[in-house]
């Protein structure tokens, strides 16, 4: 990179964002500095243009820079520890395919390739909100729930790929009328993706109208009906249990509630600000799960920092209602861990991935 006439020696890095509709390429300074950024749409069902798309992102990203650079994937899904395959993305065209490999050969180098919730957690723990905190834990409350866990500036990755994937525990500590719980995709019942994401709690906001729900398509295509006249549910499909919804944020999700307009996540917390009982009652009761699954999290990983990610995030009433119930479930006399909201928004992936080197 040439700036002011000198070219710089600092190392540049380039991270890579792989949606299911787009991808995103940046460029930055050892500072975390943007340097320059490129969206694209994202082929669609073709795995070799795939590959092409990503290669003639980083070539160009590269002609910017005027340097080689690392080069840091953020990815739907993840890499089998199995196979070497990847696996769980709702880009199914990657699924069962050496994307790492195939990646590698194109760009004639090593690349690194995380998940959107690592991307997220890194980028937050490095430069965003819990910059200079040594235990951060990631949470995204999006379509899905997702989480990580970064430890001095570096994601924790065991040997299952599945570090801080949290949402596919079961709600803990759980009060009457939450047992077993709404079925999930993953095949069990009461997860507490089924109550903390952002179809979550629309589910539980039309559950207390006494209506059900039904889902009948992938990402947010969802459809709810009455007891007595909907179709069953039975067209339950989600996104891959490590694609968390960072990017589309889970708030506009838009579902059905008796007769009138579909509503959203967004609409539910909107209600319950302007005072409606049912909404209110509603994220109360959200409110208080997600103190509980916290303060699980809290006593096994110990965060000195949480931050969230995903639409849920962006409701301010969380962060206060949440630290005050969550010490009822620590196994502490205080509680000293900081429930931030994160800092780079949607541009969390991305920059992310740039620092996975
Ligand atoms: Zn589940």
Redesign the pocket.
């Given at each position: 990179m040439i700036v002011n006439g000198k070219k710089q020696r600092a190392r540049l890095r380039i991270g890579v964002d792989l949606g299911g509709t787009k991808i995103e390429c940046v460029v930055l300074g050892s500072s975390g500095a943007e340097l320059w950024r490129k969206r694209i749409p994202a082929p669609q069902g073709d795995y070799p243009l795939t590959i092409r798309a990503v290669t003639n992102l980083v070539q160009e990203a590269e002609r910017v820079a005027d340097e080689k650079c690392s080069v840091g994937i953020g990815t739907p899904g993840a890499i089998s520890a199995a196979s070497g395959l990847m696996k769980n993305c709702n880009s199914v065209w990657l699924n069962g395919m050496p994307f790492k490999c195939d990646l590698e050969t194109a760009l004639d180098r090593e690349v690194r390739i995380a998940n959107d919730a690592n991307c997220f957690a890194l980028s937050e723990a490095v430069d965003g909100a819990a910059q200079g905190a040594r235990i951060v834990f990631g949470v995204i409350l999006g379509t899905g729930v997702g989480g990580a866990i970064v430890v001095d500036g570096q994601v924790l990755d065991g040997c299952n790929s599945i570090t801080g994937e949290w949402g596919?525990n079961p709600l803990p500590w759980p009060r009457d009328g939450e047992l077993p719980g709404p079925a999930?995709?993953?095949g069990?019942s009461g997860?507490i993706?089924t109550f903390l994401s952002g179809p979550g709690i629309v589910d539980d906001y039309i559950r207390s109208h006494g209506l059900e729900s039904h889902r009948s398509q992938n990402h947010g295509s969802q459809e709810y009906r009455s007891r007595n006249h909907g179709p069953q549910n039975h067209g339950l499909k989600n996104p891959g249990p490590q694609d968390h919804g960072l990017r589309d944020a889970g708030l506009e999700n838009r579902a059905q509630c008796g007769p009138g307009l579909p509503i959203g996540a967004r609409d539910v917390f909107a209600r319950a600000e302007a005072g409606e009982p049912d909404a209110l009652a509603c994220v109360e009761r959200y409110v208080d799960r997600l103190a509980r699954a916290l303060a699980h999290v809290i006593n096994i990983v110990d965060p000195h920092v949480i931050v969230l990610g995903g639409g849920v995030s962006n409701v301010a009433r969380i962060y206060q209602d949440v630290t005050r119930l969550w010490g009822c479930s620590v196994f502490s006399d205080s509680v000293a861990t900081r429930l931030l909201r994160n800092t780079h928004g949607d541009a969390s992936g991305v920059r992310g991935a740039a620092w996975l080197w």
């Open positions: 596919h999930c995709y993953c069990k997860c993706e």
